[in-house]
């Protein structure tokens, strides 16, 4: 006989199971378009940085790469504390520390406190990668659907990129770029807040259900792997780069904040798109071919946004930021294939420190190389760079 109140229970069990569910992905969403959204703001600011500080492009650089520094250096750190202090709690510090880091970006009066906003913002921006995505993860595994969560997921992170730098282009038109900083910190705060309401407090006991549940049983090629992470890096550092040196770029041929700021949403609105189609290319014709056209799509239109006129430089960002960002969607699917039985977290988190920590680099010594050549020669640079994930994209198929 059916015993309708073992029934109820079940039922009971699978509503809260999907509330869990759902609300952990709109908060990992909410996390990802925050956080990328704050950290790809840097790219407006940085013209501004420069004339009102009369700093180097080398200085730029280091200006962005203590931002990504910071997020790659610590985002090991950070999954460890959250097994003993609980993810929920890391991600929402983090989310409040990046706010408060662009409150003081927004007071600072010179260089070195400007440094200091900008390595605190980095460090609350290394919870949200590894913890966001892991929460997506293990909330999904048991009831299905995790590749399509953490989907939805990716391309809430190029919304974010998309929306918040075109919004602070806008507002500098009417208000000081110190005033549009704060707005961003405020923001930052009202988002941490949210996500300390959105976290559902079930959420540990469901992952530790989830994981028990499943095993992951990959065999792993160790090989494949460090090409994998050579490959990310490099394309990770050319996409940093690029987008660093990209508003000085349109700044000499004649833009202003606004244009600066709508040409970067140009960019990731591709970027956006370009995950979505080549994460679905990827899985139609293979890995090493769809890396294979997206850098080669990269490395010539980044040569065209060089010697083109503004009009057709920024007819051109969209289809650019389709190849650009791209390449990191079908990277990232391979992470999993190639890490062994049991290793896929620790191997997501070499991913993701070996991605971010080139796109720290590259800022820095493509800033020095800038002042020494200049800009367009810097980007050049860039472009013939990707030409070495070719190979190593093969040796990742082979793996």
Not at 389 to 397: A, E, G, I, K, N
């Amino acid at each position: 006989m059916n015993n309708p109140k073992a029934a109820a229970i079940a039922a009971d069990s699978t509503s809260a199971d999907s509330s869990i569910r759902r609300r952990s992905l709109i908060a990992a969403c909410s996390a990802h378009a925050i956080h990328d959204g704050l950290t790809d703001l840097i790219y407006v600011l940085l013209p501004i940085w420069q004339a009102q500080f009369s700093i180097s492009y080398a200085v730029v650089g280091l200006l962005r790469g203590s931002y990504s520094g910071m997020m790659a250096g610590f985002q090991l750190l950070a999954s460890r504390l959250a097994k003993r202090w609980g993810r929920e709690r890391m991600l929402v510090g983090g989310t409040a520390l990046a706010g408060v880091a662009y409150l003081i970006a927004g007071q600072a009066g010179g260089l070195t406190v400007l440094l200091i906003a900008l390595l605190l913002g980095g460090l609350g921006a290394s919870t949200q990668h590894p913890l966001a995505s892991s929460i997506v993860s293990d909330t999904h595994e048991a009831g299905g659907g995790v590749k399509q969560a953490l989907s939805q997921y990716n391309f809430a992170g190029d919304i974010g990129k998309t929306l918040i730098p075109g919004l602070v282009g806008l507002l500098l038109v009417v208000v000081s770029w110190q005033t549009s900083v704060t707005l961003m910190g405020l923001l930052g705060l009202a988002a941490a807040g949210l996500l300390w309401w959105l976290l559902p407090t079930q959420l540990e006991a469901t992952a530790v259900k989830v994981t028990s549940a499943k095993a992951v049983t990959a065999a792993g090629s160790a090989g494949g792997l460090y090409a994998l992470l050579m490959t990310g890096a490099l394309d990770s550092a050319v996409r940093m780069g690029f987008l660093t040196f990209l508003p000085f770029l349109l700044k000499s041929k004649g833009a202003g904040s606004a244009s600066i700021g709508l040409a970067l949403s140009l960019l990731f609105v591709g970027g956006a798109f370009g995950k979505l189609l080549c994460g679905y290319l990827g899985a139609r014709i293979g890995m090493m071919k769809t890396v294979w056209i997206t850098e080669s799509a990269t490395a010539l239109l980044i040569l065209l946004t060089v010697f083109l006129p503004l009009a057709g430089m920024m007819a051109l960002l969209p289809l650019l930021g389709l190849a650009l960002n791209g390449t990191s969607s079908v990277l990232y699917g391979a992470v999993p294939e190639l890490a062994g039985a049991g290793k896929r977290e620790q191997a997501f988190a070499r991913f993701y420190t070996c991605t971010i920590g080139g796109g720290a680099l590259a800022p820095v010594l493509f800033g020095r190389l800038g002042d020494v050549a200049g800009i367009p020669a810097a980007l050049m640079t860039l472009a013939l760079i990707l030409l070495f994930t070719l190979p190593l994209s093969w040796r990742v198929q082979k793996g």
